[in-house]
C-alpha cells in the first residue's frame, strides 16, 4: 500500500512539474506581450487590477512571495505608469495600490490574447471535449482542494474570487 502511495505522489509531482514548465514559459510570454518584464508583474497586476486598492502586504500573502519583493515589483510598475500607490489615512505605515488606466488596459489585453498565449487553454478545451464540461469543473474543484490542503483556504480563496469581483462589463472581453 505505502508503494502505491508514494508512487502517486511521484507521479503528481512530475506531472504538476511538467505543467508548471509550460505555464511558466506562457507566463513569460504573456508579460512580453504586456510590454512587462516578468510574469511576476503580470501577476501582480492581474490582482491589483482584481482588487483595487489591495494593500502590498496582502499581495505577498496570496502570491508567497516576500513583502520587499512585491515592493521592488510595483515600483516597477509604478515606473511604467501601470500603478499608482496611496498611503493610508489611518496607518502611514499601510499602501494601498491601485490600476492606472494604463494598467488596467494591460490586463484588459492581456485577457484577451491569454486563449493564443497560454496552451493550457486548449489543452483544457480538449480535456473538455474528450470528457465533459462537468469533468472540467470536478478537475478545477480537485485543484482548489489541492491548494487549499496545502495553503489554507484563506490564502487561495482569491483565486476563485477574482474574477468574481469584476464589473460585468470587464469580464465580457474575447
Known amino acids: ?25 506562457d507566463w513569460e ?11 511576476v508583474q503580470l501577476n501582480i497586476l492581474w490582482i491589483i487590477y482584481c ?3 489591495v494593500r502590498v502586504t496582502q499581495i505577498a500573502e496570496w502570491t508567497f512571495w516576500h513583502p520587499s519583493s512585491i515592493v521592488i515589483h510595483i515600483k516597477k510598475l509604478m515606473e511604467k505608469g501601470l500603478v499608482t500607490i496611496e498611503k493610508s489615512d489611518v496607518d502611514g ?3 494601498h495600490v491601485f ?3 494604463a494598467g488596467k488596459l494591460a490586463i484588459e489585453n ?10 493550457l487553454t486548449n489543452a483544457l478545451e480538449r480535456l ?7 469533468v472540467v469543473e470536478l478537475f478545477f474543484e480537485c485543484l482548489a482542494f ?9 490564502k487561495v480563496r482569491w483565486i476563485q474570487e477574482g474574477e468574481d469581483r469584476l464589473p460585468q462589463s470587464k469580464t465580457s472581453v474575447g
Open 1 to 25: 500500500m505505502q508503494d502505491a502511495s508514494i508512487r502517486q505522489v511521484y507521479e503528481a509531482l512530475n506531472t504538476l512539474r511538467a505543467i508548471n514548465v509550460v505555464n511558466k514559459d
Open 29 to 39: 510570454k504573456a508579460a512580453k506581450a504586456a510590454d512587462l518584464d516578468s510574469s
Open 51 to 53: 482588487y483595487e486598492g
Open 93 to 95: 505605515r499601510v499602501v
Open 99 to 101: 490600476p492606472t488606466l
Open 110 to 119: 492581456s485577457r484577451k490574447n491569454a486563449p493564443t498565449i497560454f496552451r
Open 128 to 134: 473538455r471535449e474528450r470528457y465533459s464540461p462537468v
Open 146 to 154: 489541492l491548494a487549499e490542503s496545502l495553503h489554507g483556504t484563506e
